[in-house]
């Protein structure tokens, strides 16, 4: 169940209950050439951290640093990147971030509540 969705330059970011996808299915050659088209999708228990940086000069992004995958933001297909207000961004990503950590903290209570 799609609980929000943002469109960013180079894709969609839409946070469900328990994970979220990357969104590119719209035509753009330089991800296509670096095989970031279509939709990646990846569980909230997945992500080890999630790095937010202000639009500057160019464009800012939200990366999502995802078990067992290359880190390096050139080939990340777990950024997406954006271009408009700073605000919305940091507001999006607070949110994101909320509901990523509150569903880690959850597990891990269900974890220790069956532990014996």
Known sequence: MKIAEKKGFNG???IHENH???ERTYWNLSSWL???HGTHSFHFSDIRAINFKKRG???GWIKFDVSQRNPDFVHNDYAVTFESKNAEWENFYEYVKEMVYSYKDKQ???EKELDF
């Open 57 to 59: 000069l160019f464009v």
């Open 20 to 22: 979220i996808e990357i």
């Open 108 to 110: 891990r209570s269900i």
């Open 12 to 14: 969609n970011l839409i």
């Open 34 to 36: 670096a095989g970031l």
